[in-house]
């Protein structure tokens, strides 16, 4: 028991040390790293000189800047608020009794002996009170500039992207990816999150102000699912 109860010990030690040892930082996640388009390499590229149209630099009167290729950027609003609550509550209650009182066989009463008779009562009582309340509020607001990796055959395109702020002495970051039709985007360049398929949105932070509001290595132990109840 003593080396089951010091492997578990030691176990959450090594999983809570690569934690907190390997914190996230900007650029490391592929899911939400930028996407660059694809084309020759601008350093590569030669400008035509003494003509009108020059397609490195044209400008189209009659498109609107909104993103549809892969590399474009698009700015997402995020608009995200959930508010969550539930109450249950639960009584049972059950009273039985049973009274049998001059009993008798073929007309006569029963007799044990030294004046005890069969006269029995038997009375029970069950009861059961339960009650539970959950109340859950989140809101993310602001904004998060983000590319199109993918285009869908469909013409849906897929999005993902990141935004760090370094504040004091920690980094606090968004995170956002997932799927948007062209047909949701403003004429300016923007959508709000809640128009976004399958998305994944994280709001976290690294530095001293995020390690205080986390629990620590023994706390994790004792309230993860390797505790016994």
Known sequence: MRKLVSLLLTSAVILTGCEALNPPEAGTDPNYAPTYPAGP??????????????????????????????????????????????????????????????????????????????????????????????????????????TVSELLPNGNMVIQGEKWIRINEGNEFVRLAGIVRPQDIQPDNTLTSDRIANAKISYGGTGQVANTNKQGWFAKFVWGPLWPV
Do not use: W
């Not at 498109?63 to 609550?85: F, N, Q, S």
């Not at 009993?103 to 004046?115: C, E, H, M, Q, V």
């Open 41 to 146: 390499d601008p350093k590569e590229s030669r400008y035509v000189q003494g003509g009108i149209y020059n397609p490195e630099t044209i400008l189209p009167l009659f498109e609107t800047p909104r993103a549809r290729h892969v590399g474009d950027i698009l700015t997402i609003t995020l608009v995200e608020k959930t508010d969550a609550k539930k109450r249950a509550g639960t009584t049972q209650q059950k009273n039985e009794k049973y009274e049998g009182d001059n009993a008798t066989f073929f007309g006569r009463p029963i007799s044990l002996g030294s004046g005890y008779t069969a006269d029995f009562e038997l009375d029970n009582k069950r009861q059961f009170m339960g009650q539970g309340e959950s109340v859950q509020t989140n809101k993310l607001n602001g904004s998060i500039s983000v």
